[in-house]
Nanobody, 123 residues
Framework: QVQLVESGGGLVQAGGSLRLSCAAS?????GGWFRQASGKEREFVAA????????NYADSVKGRFTISRDNAKNTVYLQMGSLKPEDTAVYYC???????????????????WGQGTQVTVSS
């Protein structure tokens, strides 16, 4: 089983930036980021294919967040800018098997998950 570890979360003021990292112990094909705010369901944020050529973003983060990867390090990143209080949540990275897997937005298509990292944006 692929093991994933997130890092980079923390406290930041509105308008600030953070970069999250997700390091995998095994081959990390399509990678996704999801978040879960208190009292709400887990929701899709962004995803990227193995090649990095295909990406997918939730409408709420387009233009503010950028997903990228470094396959030599088996790591996927989420650069978050122009942060808003509504971005506050626990952020989870996830992997989807298959060399040609698409960067889908469905929670159910991802098989491995990290432990989550807290992101808090103050007003």
């Amino acid at each position: 089983q692929v093991q994933l570890v997130e890092s980079g979360g923390g406290l930041v003021q509105a308008g600030g930036s953070l970069r999250l990292s997700c390091a995998a112990s095994g081959r990390y094909y399509a990678g996704g980021w999801f978040r879960q705010a208190s009292g709400k369901e887990r929701e899709f944020v962004a995803a990227i294919s193995w090649s990095g050529e295909s990406t997918n973003y939730a409408d709420s983060v387009k233009g503010r967040f950028t997903i990228s990867r470094d396959n030599a390090k088996n790591t996927v990143y989420l650069q978050m800018g122009s942060l808003k209080p509504e971005d506050t949540a626990v952020y989870y990275c996830a992997s989807k098997p298959g060399l040609f897997a698409t960067p889908s937005d469905s929670i159910y298509e991802y098989q491995n998950w990290g432990q989550g990292t807290q992101v808090t944006v103050s007003s």
